[in-house]
C-alpha cells in the first residue's frame, strides 16, 4: 500500500481541523473497512487521522432514549445492558454482523461508514463509479448476485453491507455530526443516500465532518423484535437480504410496526408503507404477507439477484412471524 | 511395558503439537536469513494477449526498490533456454515459464516480480508498474467451450472406456440422464503460499518452500536451472496445509529464484489470498452428464459417464473423475468420457480428492435420483449393486468393507427415522432431510526409503524426505517405530522435510503413511535384527521369532531376566551408533493381483429452511474403510476436516470468474466462503479398522482424500430428502432452494 502519515489525535476539534486543511487525509476509527480498502489500492490517503481514541465512546441515558458514542465498540453496544433491555433489535443486528473478532474492534461511525462489498468496487483494475465517477459500472451487466433490488441507478446497483444500520434506521435514530461548520444532526433515515448520479458518495457527510454520536428515541420494541439475516454460510457473510422487524402488539392486535431490510439497497431500506399496513392488524400470516407485498413495490431484479425478489418477501414473513411469535 | 497410545492404533497427540500451538514451528515465511529482501508479483489485467510495453520506472525509483524483474531483463533459465520447461520432471515443473517472453495466458499472470528492501516498500512499488498490451479475444468459461474438448494425451486411464455395451442405461426400463456441475474451488490453506530463495554461489540454491515433497522441489529446481540435484537444498519442515496446491513448482517459485540471482540477496515472496486464486491452482469446474438405468428391481444395467474439465492452455492437467463409475457398482455395461478444455486460465491441481470428489458428486447423486425412481432406499440399491470383484480389472479387493461401512453409518445417524419420500418431515419448522454417498480412492503406496539409527544413548532417530502438510504424518511414523523397536515415542525422533534425507515421495494421493511408513517399519525391523545379531549371549538362545521389544530393550519371553537394552548392545559392540538405510516398496506382482481401495460412506441429517432456503447440517457421519488406523486422533481429525471441505463443496464454495474480463469477483475470504464453525456440527468419526493384508507392512489403506469424497453428494442427497428439490449444480447456496 501507498506510504500514509499516522496521526493520533486528542481532540475532536483537531482531528476535524487536520482532514479539513488536507485534501487525502481521513479519520481511522477500527480501520476494519478502511485498512482493506488501503490494501487493495481503492482508497489512498496520504494522512491517517486516528480518532479511535476520542472521549466518544460511551452508551449513555439521554432522557427517555439513549445516546451512543461514536467510537463505541459494536460488540460493546450489543452487549450493553441498557441496549439489550430497551431495543434488542439494535443488539441482535449488530451480532449478526461480521466476526466476533470484527466486532471488537468495529466502531459504531465506522460501520455506517463502511463501503460497499461490491467486487467491481474492491477491483482497482475494473470499472466502478463508485471507485472512480463516469469509469462504468462493472456489476449491472456483470456478476451481481449481491445487488441491489431497490433505488438503484444506472450508474450503480451497489448495496450498503451494514447490519447494525438496518436496526438504526428502523428504530428513528439520529446520527449527531460535528464539522468544520460546528455540529448538526441528521435523522438515520436521509444520512446514506441512494447512488443517482453520484454513486462516489455513499452519505450526506461532508468532507471533514465527524460523527460523534447516533441517538435513539425511547421506544416500545422491547420484546418482539427480530433480526432477521439470510447468508451464505452461518456466520462472517455479508446478508442476501436481512429484516429488522419489530411489533408493538396489544394483545394480538399490532399498535405499531418497524421493518427495514439490509442487502436490498444502496441505503438501509426502511419499508414505512409495509409498517403502515400493518397498522391495526391482528398478528396472522396473511397480514404479514400483505406487508411483504407491499414492500416489495418497485424491487428489480438483476441477472443474478432476482432471487431477492422472492426471498426478501420470504424473508419479511419469517422475520415478522418470529418476532411476533408464531415461529420460534 | 508398553504405551498403547504410542503404539499402531493408538491416539497419541502430535509429536509437534506443542511446537505448533506455541509457534515454535517454523513456516517457510518464519526463516531469519541474513540481508533478505522481499519480493511482490505484479499480476496481468488482461487475460490473453502479449505484453506490448511495460513501464517500470517509477517503481525502479520508488523508496527501496531493488530490481523489478520482467521478461525483459530476468536472467536466462537454462531448461528455458533448451526449451526444456516441459520436460522438468514428469510435469510438476512449472508449465509456464516465468518472465521468459510477453505473452499472457490468463488473467493475473505475473508480469513482473519487484523486489524490494521491505514488504510494504515492495508492494506499494509494484502498484507503480504499468504495461500496455496487445489484447487477443479470450475464453474462460466452460460451458460456452464444451465443444473444445480434447481427450487427454498425457493420461491413459482417462482415455474413453467401454465395458459391455455403450450407453446400454437408456433401453433400460428405469433410467434417468442428468447433469451435475461442479464450480471452481480453491484449496486456500491458512498459510499462503511463496518461497524464500538464496543462491549459495553461481551454482547452489537454497530455498525454504511450502511443498508436499521436497525431493519434488528439489529435482524441479535443478533440472530447471540444470544443476546436479545435490546443489539444491529445499528445506520444509512444517506446511501450514496444502491441500493439493504445493504437488508441484510455480511459475512464481522460479521468479523468485531468479530474482534472487538478479539482486544477489535472498529473496522472500509471500503471495496474496487474492492470487491464491488466480496463480496457484485449484479444482477444476466441471460439467458432467451421468445416464443411469436399472431393472425395476434395481439392479444397474448401464451407466455412462461424461466429464468436461476446465483446463489451462498452456499444459495439460486431468484427474480420475470418471473412474469411480467403473468399479464402484457390478455394473455390465459402462461407459466413461473425459474431456479437457483448454481455456485462458491458471493450471488446476489435484485439490484433496483429485477427480473422484468431484466424480463422486456426479455419480453419488445419480444413484440416489435412480434410488427414488425405483422407490428403494438408496443404501438397499447400493448392497444389490455391490461388486464382489473389482468389476473394472475383475481383481479381488485387498479389502472391502463398505457394507460394513454403510451399517455402521446407518444406525449412527438414524437412518430409520428417515421418509423415503422427500418433502415428508419437519423439526422445529424445518424441512428435514436424511442423505448419505460412498466415497473410494486408490490405496497407493510408492516406493520410499528411511533411514533408522539407534543412538548410543538408545534413542532412535528416523529420517526420510518426507512431508507432513498438517495429517500428522511424522506422529503416525513414531509410532510405527515404537511399535516396532519398543521404544517409548519420547525417545523417538522423526526427521522430515529437508531434500538431504533418504528419498520419500509427495505426500499427495493419501500414501505418504503407506509409503514412508512402510519404509520405517522395514527400516527399524532390519536395525532390530541387526541388534539382536550384535546381543552376543545375553538373551541365552532364545529363538529370534519368540523375542520380545519393550522399554528399549530385547528380552526372551521365558526369561525374562535374559535381556539387554539397545544402547548396552552398542557399548558392548563400541558402537556409537547404529544405522540402517532401507528402500521399501509394493512388489509389482501385488499390485497386479488385488484391486487396492480405500472407501469412505458419509451419512447426514440436514434441516431446510422453508422460507429463506438455507440449509444446515445438523449431523454427520464420516465412516472411513481406510485398513489399519495407525493413529486414531489424527486420523478422525483427517476425517473431519474432510467432512468440513464436503461441507464448503456442497454448500458454500465457489470461484466466481466474470468472463467478461476474465478476472475473479470473489477470490478472497470474504465473499469467498469456506465453511465456518457455526456451519459444522457434530461429526462422529468411524472407522471399520480391519487391517488389509496386502497394501503394507501395517495394514493401512490412504484417508486423506476419502475424507472429503462423497460427503458434498451425501449433502446434496439429504436437500433432496428435505425439500424434493435435487440442486445439480453446486453450492447449494439459499436462492436455488426458493
Ligand atoms: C470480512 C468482513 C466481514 C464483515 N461482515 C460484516 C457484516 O456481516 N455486517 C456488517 O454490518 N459489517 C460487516 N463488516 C464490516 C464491519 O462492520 C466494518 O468494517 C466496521 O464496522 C467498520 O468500522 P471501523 O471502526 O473499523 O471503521 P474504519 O475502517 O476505521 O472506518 C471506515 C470509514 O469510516 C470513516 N469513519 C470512521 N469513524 C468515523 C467517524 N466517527 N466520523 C466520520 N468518519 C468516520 C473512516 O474514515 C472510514 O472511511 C465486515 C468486515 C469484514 C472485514
Ligand atoms: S455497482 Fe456500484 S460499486 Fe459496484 S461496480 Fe457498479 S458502480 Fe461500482
Known amino acids: ?328 | 511395558m508398553k504405551n498403547k497410545d504410542e503404539m499402531i492404533g493408538g491416539r497419541m497427540s502430535r509429536v509437534d503439537a506443542v511446537l505448533k500451538v506455541t509457534g515454535g514451528a517454523t513456516y517457510f515465511a518464519e526463516y531469519e536469513v541474513p540481508n533478505l529482501v522481499y519480493g511482490v508479483l505484479v499480476p496481468s489485467t488482461i487475460t490473453k494477449g502479449r505484453i506490448k510495453n511495460i513501464d517500470t520506472k517509477k517503481a525502479e525509483n520508488a523508496p527501496g526498490v531493488l530490481a523489478v524483474l520482467t521478461h525483459l531483463n530476468a536472467p536466462k533459465v537454462p531448461a528455458y533456454e533448451a526449451k526444456e520447461a516441459s520436460k522438468t520432471s514428469s510435469g510438476r515443473g512449472p508449465g509456464l515459464m516465468a518472465f521468459h517472453n510477453a505473452d499472457v495466458h490468463f488473467n493475473g499472470q505475473p508480469i513482473a516480480l519487484v523486489v524490494a528492501d521491505t514488504f510494504e516498500r515492495a508492494t506499494y512499488a509494484a502498484s507503480l508498474v504499468k504495461a500496455d498490451y496487445q489484447e487477443e479475444k479470450h475464453q474462460t468459461e466452460l460451458k460456452a467451450n464444451l465443444a473444445k474438448g480434447n481427450v487427454p494425451s498425457t493420461n491413459k486411464s482417462l482415455q474413453d472406456y467401454q465395458r459391455g455395451e455403450k450407453d446400454a442405461y437408456k433401453t433400460a426400463p428405469v433410467n434417468l440422464e442428468e447433469e451435475y456441475v461442479l464450480p471452481t474451488e480453491v484449496h486456500n490453506p491458512m498459510e499462503l503460499h511463496g518461497i524464500l530463495a538464496q543462491w549459495d554461489g553461481p551454482d547452489r540454491i537454497t530455498v525454504y518452500a511450502k511443498t508436499q515433497g521436497v525431493k519434488m522441489t528439489q529435482q524441479v529446481i535443478a533440472d530447471t536451472f540444470k544443476l546436479p540435484k545435490e546443489n539444491v537444498q529445499v528445506h520444509s519442515q512444517f506446511v501450514g496445509g496444502a491441500f493439493g496446491m504445493s504437488l508441484r513448482v510455480w511459475p512464481h517459485e522460479i521468479a523468485t529464484i531468479l530474482a534472487a540471482k538478479k539482486v544477489n540477496r535472498p529473496v522472500k515472496l509471500v503471495i496474496t489470498r487474492n492470487e491464491m486464486f488466480t496463480i496457484a491452482g485449484y479444482r477444476p469446474h466441471t460439467h458432467q452428464k451421468v445416464g443411469i438405468g436399472a431393472t425395476k428391481e434395481g439392479k444397474i444395467l448401464g451407466i455412462s459417464h461424461w466429464a468436461h474439465v476446465q483446463n489451462s492452455n498452456y499444459e495439460e492437467f486431468t484427474e480420475a473423475t470418471v473412474a469411480m463409475t467403473k468399479f464402484m457398482y457390478q455394473i455390465p455395461n459402462v461407459n466413461t468420457t473425459y474431456r479437457v478444455v483448454p481455456l485462458d486460465i491458471c493450471s488446476p491441481v489435484p485439490m484433496r480428492g483429485p477427480g473422484e470428489a468431484t466424480g463422486a458428486f456426479a455419480l453419488e447423486s445419480a444413484i440416489d435420483e435412480l434410488s427414488y425412481a425405483l422407490n428403494m432406499d438408496p443404501i438397499e440399491l447400493r448392497l444389490l449393486n455391490y461388486p464382489e470383484k473389482d468389476p473394472e480389472r475383475d481383481l479381488p479387493w485387498s479389502s472391502n468393507y463398505v457394507r460394513d461401512a454403510y451399517q455402521m453409518g446407518a444406525d449412527k445417524i438414524g437412518w430409520s427415522s428417515r421418509s423415503n419420500t422427500p418433502k415428508s418431515k419437519m423439526e422445529d419448522g424445518m424441512w428435514v432431510g436424511y442423505g448419505m454417498a460412498t466415497g473410494t480412492f486408490g490405496a497407493h503406496r510408492r516406493p520410499a526409503t528411511a533411514r533408522a539409527c539407534m543412538n548410543g544413548d538408545g534413542t532412535l532417530l528416523v529420517q526420510s524426505a518426507a512431508s507432513d502438510i498438517g495429517p500428522g504424518t511424522g506422529t503416525a511414523i513414531v509410532q510405527i517405530a515404537a511399535e516396532v523397536m519398543g521404544i517409548p515415542a519420547a525417545k523417538i525422533r522423526f526427521d522430515l522435510g529437508e531434500s538431504n534425507l533418504p528419498d520419500a515421495p509427495i505426500q499427495g494421493g493419501s500414501a505418504t503413511v503407506a509409503s514412508v511408513g512402510s519404509a520405517v517399519h522395514d527400516a527399524c525391523l532390519e536395525l532390530r535384527q541387526k541388534l539382536v545379531e550384535l546381543s552376543g549371549n545375553a538373551l541365552k538362545n532364545a529363538k529370534v521369532e519368540t523375542l520380545v521389544y519393550e522399554d528399549g530393550k530385547i528380552s526372551s519371553p521365558k526369561d525374562r531376566s535374559a535381556s539387554i537394552s539397545y544402547a548396552e548392545v552398542l557399548k558392548r559392540n563400541n558402537l556409537p551408533k547404529l544405522e540402517v538405510t532401507k528402500e521399501s516398496k509394493l512388489e509389482e506382482e501385488q499390485q497386479k493381483k488385488f484391486a487396492m481401495y480405500s472407501f469412505s460412506v458419509h451419512f447426514v441429517k440436514v434441516h431446510v429452511h422453508p422460507a429463506t432456503g438455507v440449509v444446515k447440517v445438523k449431523h454427520a457421519v464420516a465412516l472411513a474403510d481406510a485398513g489399519t488406523i495407525v493413529n486414531r486422533k489424527t486420523a478422525s481429525s483427517q476425517m473431519m476436516g474432510g467432512a468440513v471441505g464436503g461441507i464448503g463443496m456442497a454448500l458454500t464454495e465457489e470461484a466466481i470468474i466474470d468472463h467478461r474480463f476474465g478476472r475473479y469477483v470473489n477470490n478472497n475470504f470474504a465473499d469467498y466462503h469456506v465453511p465456518v464453525n457455526a456451519d459444522v456440527p457434530d461429526i462422529d468419526v468411524l472407522f471399520v479398522d480391519k487391517k488389509d493384508p496386502y497394501t503394507n507392512p501395517m495394514g493401512s489403506k490412504g484417508l486423506g482424500e476419502i475424507a472429503i469424497i462423497g460427503m458434498a453428494p451425501a449433502i446434496a442427497n439429504a436437500v433432496y430428502n428435505a425439500t424434493g428439490k435435487r440442486v445439480r449444480e453446486l453450492p447449494i447456496t439459499p436462492d436455488k432452494l426458493i
Not at chain 1, 60 to 79: H, T, Y
Not at chain 1, 103 to 114: D, I, Y
Not at chain 1, 162 to 177: E, G, N, P
Open chain 1, 1 to 328: 500500500m501507498k506510504a500514509f502519515q499516522y496521526v493520533r489525535s486528542t481532540t475532536a476539534k483537531s482531528a476535524i481541523e487536520a482532514v479539513v486543511k488536507d485534501p487525502s487525509a481521513m479519520f481511522l476509527a477500527g480501520g476494519t473497512n478502511l485498512v482493506d480498502l488501503m490494501k487493495r489500492g481503492v482508497t489512498e490517503p496520504d494522512k491517517l487521522i486516528d480518532i479511535s481514541r476520542l472521549p466518544y465512546n460511551k452508551i449513555e441515558k439521554e432522557g427517555s432514549g439513549v445516546r451512543i458514542g461514536a467510537m463505541a465498540l459494536n460488540s460493546q453496544v450489543a452487549d450493553d445492558k441498557l441496549i439489550q433491555e430497551k431495543w434488542p433489535l439494535l443488539s441482535l443486528a449488530l451480532n449478526a454482523g461480521a466476526s466476533a473478532q470484527l466486532r471488537n474492534k468495529a466502531t459504531v461511525g465506522g460501520n455506517m461508514l463502511q463501503r460497499t462489498r461490491c467486487g467491481y468496487f474492491y477491483d482497482t483494475a475494473m470499472d466502478c463509479n463508485k471507485r472512480e465517477p463516469g469509469s462504468g459500472c462493472g456489476a449491472k451487466e456483470g456478476y451481481n448476485r449481491m445487488h441491489a433490488i431497490f433505488g438503484t441507478s444506472e450508474h450503480c446497483i451497489a448495496v450498503h453491507p451494514s447490519d447494525m444500520c438496518i436496526a438504526l434506521v428502523a428504530l428513528d435514530a439520529t446520527v449527531r455530526v460535528q464539522g468544520p461548520k460546528g455540529e448538526r444532526t441528521i435523522p438515520f433515515a436521509d444520512f446514506h443516500r441512494l447512488p443517482g448520479d453520484h454513486p462516489e458518495k455513499d452519505n450526506t457527510l461532508e468532507k471533514g465532518e465527524l460523527i460523534t454520536a447516533v441517538t435513539i428515541p425511547d421506544s416500545p420494541y422491547t420484546k418482539n423484535v427480530h433480526y432477521l439475516k439470510v447468508r451464505d454460510r452461518s456466520s462472517y457473510a455479508f446478508a442476501l437480504v436481512s429484516v429488522a422487524a419489530a411489533l408493538e402488539l396489544d394483545g394480538k392486535t399490532i399498535k405499531s410496526a418497524r421493518l427495514a431490510m439490509g442487502g436490498v439497497a444502496h441505503k438501509p431500506w426502511r419499508l414505512l408503507e409495509a409498517e403502515k399496513s400493518l397498522v391495526g392488524q391482528s398478528v396472522s400470516e396473511a397480514a404479514f404477507q400483505k406487508a411483504a407485498e407491499v414492500a416489495m413495490t418497485g424491487a428489480k431484479g438483476y441477472e443474478y439477484n432476482a432471487f431477492k425478489l422472492k426471498l426478501a418477501p420470504n424473508s419479511i414473513v419469517e422475520a415478522l412471524k418470529i418476532a411476533a411469535g408464531l415461529t420460534a
